[in-house]
């Protein structure tokens, strides 16, 4: 029973390169969502995904930030360009594929992203 | 929008005492309220949820949490602390799908 699980753990990178986070959610869930946690600050919300759909991305950057759930494979959220301000826990979270609202989330320990 | 709010940043208690961590929401509609709790550098595990029904609502590791409407609160509590439970706990609130929106947090510290 393999929980959500984020790769890699601790990332650092230099202004200007590229980050890739990904997450494989839960077996059996189709619903990933990834949150930002800046230092001394609660989640906050960044985008819902289904399986190659993105259903909601109203809490993402509109620049340098892109998130994708391929068919096959981990969901990746993708920073270009980091720059220090991006430095943060990102959480992955899931959820079983259904229709009723609220559903429980299931979250991954997070990938700490450190940008020099 | 909806917003959460936790007024304590930093709350520390002796083993063995009880605990009561502070919640109020803001939610135009029925809201959906979660507690959950961090331990250091890992994930969320979830405490315990409301959704509807009985306003006392039990979660795990003995904790449980009360929604008032009238006060927009949903506080957290537990009557015996153990040392284990020192972490950081944050209240959430969604009415839409599992679309969460977290208060800042409360570190709790359990001295012995």
């Known amino acids: 029973n393999a929980g959500v699980m984020q790769n890699p753990r601790h990332l650092v990178r230099r202004r200007g390169q590229e980050a890739r986070l990904r997450c494989s959610p839960m077996k059996g869930h189709s619903h990933v969502y990834w949150y930002r946690q800046l230092p001394e600050e609660g989640l906050k919300f960044m985008v819902y995904?289904?399986?190659?759909?993105?259903?909601?991305e109203s809490g993402m950057p509109k620049e340098r930030f892109s998130a994708e759930f391929p068919k096959e494979g981990p969901s990746i959220l993708r920073i270009q360009q980091v720059v220090r301000g991006d430095s943060a826990a990102y959480f992955c979270?899931?959820?079983?594929?259904?229709?009723?609202?609220?559903?429980?989330?299931?979250f991954g320990e997070g990938s700490r992203l450190t940008v020099l | 929008a909806q917003s959460v709010t936790q007024p304590d940043i930093h709350i520390t208690v002796s083993e063995g005492a009880s605990l009561e961590l502070r919640c109020n929401y803001s939610y135009g509609a029925t809201p959906y309220l979660f507690w959950y709790v961090q331990s250091p550098g890992q994930g969320l595990q979830l405490l315990l949820k409301?959704?509807?029904?009985?306003?006392l609502v039990q979660g795990i590791k003995g904790f449980e949490a009360e929604f008032k409407r009238s006060q927009s609160s949903f506080n957290l509590r537990k009557p015996s602390v153990h040392w284990s439970d020192a972490a950081e706990y944050f209240c959430a609130v969604t009415g839409t799908a599992s679309k969460l929106t977290f208060g800042t947090g409360t570190r709790l510290q359990v001295t012995l």
């Open positions: 979270a899931s959820s079983p594929n259904q229709d009723r609202i609220a559903g429980e989330l299931f």
């Open positions: 995904l289904q399986k190659e759909n993105i259903i909601d």
């Open positions: 409301y959704f509807s029904g009985d306003t």
